[in-house]
Structures are given as C-alpha cells and as structure tokens.
C-alpha cells in the first residue's frame, strides 16, 4: 500500500528544491502552446478532418499531460540516477532509430516516423537528442586517463550513427541539430580553436559533397538552390506564404482566428506555428516570446555558472543549446533566413514526440539546477 504521508514528503521536497521560476516558465510556455494549437488548428479540423472542432486540441492537451508525466518522472530523480537511466535510454532510443529504415512510414518522401502499436506515429530522433547529450558528457568527463583527443574522437563517434540514420531518412535538419549541440560540448570542454575549425571546414565540405553529388539528397540541393534564387524552383511556397503571413500580421496581428496561413500551408501548427502567431498576433507577440525564450535560457546559464561539477555543467549547457539551436532554425525557415527544414519550435508546436522530447529536456534542467536541502 502507498504511504500518503512518504508521497507528500516525497513532493513537497521535490517542489522545494526545484527552481520555481525555471518550472513556472516551462508550464507557461507550454500553455502557451496548447493555447495557439486551439487558434491554429480549430479550423483545419472542422474543415478538411470533418470532425470536432477541438480535436488537434485535445490531442495537444494529451501529449502535454503525458509530457508533464514524464517531466516530473526526470526531474524527481536523484542526479546519479538520472545520469545513469539516460545512458540505458540513449541506447533504447537509438535501437529505435535503427528501426526507422525497417519499420517506418514514410509521409512526403520522408521515412522518419515508426508506427508501433503502444507508440503510434512517433520519431525517435525526438527521444536521441536529449539522451546523446548525456552520452556525450560522461565520455567527456570520462575521469579514465584517457588522452582529451581520444575523448573528442569517441563523443564524435557517439553521434556517427544517429547523423548517418537521420541522412538516411532524410533529415538534415535534425542532423545539423546534433551535430551544432556536440560541437558545442566539445567547444566548451577545451578543444584548440584551430582543430575545431579545420574540423568545421572538412564537415562542411563533406556535407556540400553529399548535397550536391548523392542523389538521395537532390531534394535538399533544390531547396539550397531555390533559396539562393527565389525565382527559380518549387519549394520556396511555404517559405513566401510564411513571411507573406508575418507581414500581413503587422504589428499587432489580425486577431484571433483570422490568419489563413494555417489553411494554406500544410503542417502550419508544426514547422511554421511562428508565422501563424505573428499574422494573429503581430509581431509584438513574436517579440515577448523570444524574449521569454530569453530569460528561460538566462536563468539556465546562471545556474551553469555556479555549478561546480564539469558533467552537470556539460549536461546543462548541451539541453539548453539544443533548445536554443531548435528555435533559431525554426525562425530562420520561417522568415527564409534558412532553407526548409521541418523543425518544430519547442514547447509551442503541434505533436507529441516534440512535446514529449522538450518535456524530457525540461526535466533534466530541473533536475540538474534543483537546490540542495539542508
């Protein structure tokens, strides 16, 4: 039987060490987010679904009930044990990736997603990427005599697999996304900057060989060149109708439900939700969530800043720049500073393995930035 007084004793010391002002700003954004999928997609439900108005959104009050689950599930946890499950769940989660090639449905041209029976639709890059920056630490932090180059070849290693998978789906988004948040930890835990930077320059070259000279990556190649050249190509649509929304929007937006960006470009709640809250609510709107983005990154920071233990500080700094990375590469795409990538924007888009992943990370910040209790 369960001990009511150990499961209060348990939560009230869980929400005494937590950083409430960290946890007040995850549980407002994602409010936020539950309350644009309403504005969003209330009218491509009743329109092209046929079906209840409210559908996307209560399916979006379903994945965030299961995200503040598996929030709270992270950020419970003692530090040892968190660090210790991430390592058996990047192994999980990368075996899933695996299956991706096997397995998985392909939507557009992409084969991303694997259709299981207890996880229906669901993109395991999504569970990778928290997991691989704890990976990542703990081969950095290795206290082994290793030599410090070895260790950047093994972290490199790491995310060999998941980068060659997601290029075989392909996603090179999510690649670039992985590859940004190693070079990070990497940057940050000592590497020379000339190393660093004839390594940038053979991946890039590397990367520009793929596009161009692989056929399996012609699509991306289109979408490079039709960026360059607007006038040429078909894949500029979403990127016009988008930075056509954001300037119909103004200053102060059209008002609710008065956008038509999300009815005319497909998965608008997902990879272009920023367009469709600038066009109902301006860009002044766009203004106070980056500068809420901001502040949340700022407070991370501060608590890395005081932190003495190295992994921690790599494990903080890794979860804070894959959200950082993710939202700058969705605004990119969304006012054409970035080709099209499918990127979600954490904690506002539509879906749930994106929900699910932004809670994961969610927790692991809590976790690592908790006060001790005396």
């Known amino acids: 039987m369960f001990n009511l007084n150990s499961i209060y004793k348990f939560y009230y010391e869980w929400w005494k060490s937590i950083d409430k002002t960290l946890f007040g700003l995850i549980i407002f954004l ?5 309350f644009f999928s309403l504005v969003s997609t209330s009218l491509i439900a009743s329109d092209k679904l046929d079906t209840k108005n409210y559908f996307f959104f209560f399916k979006h009050m379903a994945y965030i009930s299961i995200g503040m689950i598996v929030l709270f599930f992270f950020s419970s946890l ?15 989660s990368l075996f899933f990736l695996f299956l991706v ?12 997603w694997l259709n299981l029976l207890f996880l229906p639709r669901f993109q395991p890059i999504e569970l990778v990427k928290p997991f691989i920056i704890i990976f990542i630490a703990t081969i950095l932090c290795n206290e082994k005599s290793f030599n410090i180059y070895i260790k950047y070849l093994l972290s490199f290693m790491v995310i060999v697999p998941p980068c060659l998978l997601l290029m075989m789906q392909p996603d090179i988004g999510q690649t670039l996304l992985i590859f940004l948040s190693w070079s ?7 590497i020379s900057l000339p190393i660093i930077l004839t390594f940038f320059g053979f991946s890039l070259l590397s990367l520009v060989y793929m596009v161009f000279f692989i056929s399996k990556f012609t699509y991306i190649k289109s979408r490079i060149l039709s960026f360059f050249n607007p006038n040429e190509g078909t894949h500029n649509f979403q990127s016009d109708k988008a930075i056509d929304a954001i300037s119909s929007g103004g200053y102060f937006g059209k008002g609710i439900g008065e956008g038509t960006l999300k009815n005319r470009v497909p998965e608008a709640h997902t990879d272009y939700i920023i367009s469709v809250i600038s066009e109902e609510f301006g860009v ?8 809420l983005f901001l502040f949340f990154i700022y407070r991370v920071f501060k608590k890395i800043y005081l932190e003495k233990n190295e992994k921690i500080k790599l494990v903080l700094t890794g979860t804070v720049s894959l959200i950082i990375f993710q939202v700058l590469i969705h605004i990119g795409v969304n006012i054409r500073l970035f080709p099209t990538t499918g990127m979600t924007l954490p904690f506002l888009s539509y879906g749930g393995s994106s929900i699910v992943s932004v ?6 910040i809590l976790n690592l930035t908790k006060r001790k209790i005396d």
């Not at 994602?30 to 539950?34: A, P």
């Not at 990070?184 to 000592?190: C, D, E, Q």
């Not at 002044?284 to 500068?291: F, G, N």
């Open 101 to 112: 090639p096997v397995l998985g449905t392909e939507v557009k041209g992409s084969k991303r």
């Open 78 to 92: 003692s530090k040892e044990n968190l660090l210790k499950i991430s390592l058996y769940l990047f192994l999980i």
């Open 359 to 364: 809670s994961i990370l969610s927790g692991i």
């Open 284 to 291: 002044v709107a766009i203004i106070l969530l980056l500068i």
């Open 184 to 190: 990070t930890l990497v940057f940050i835990s000592g």
């Open 30 to 34: 994602f409010s936020l987010g539950l």
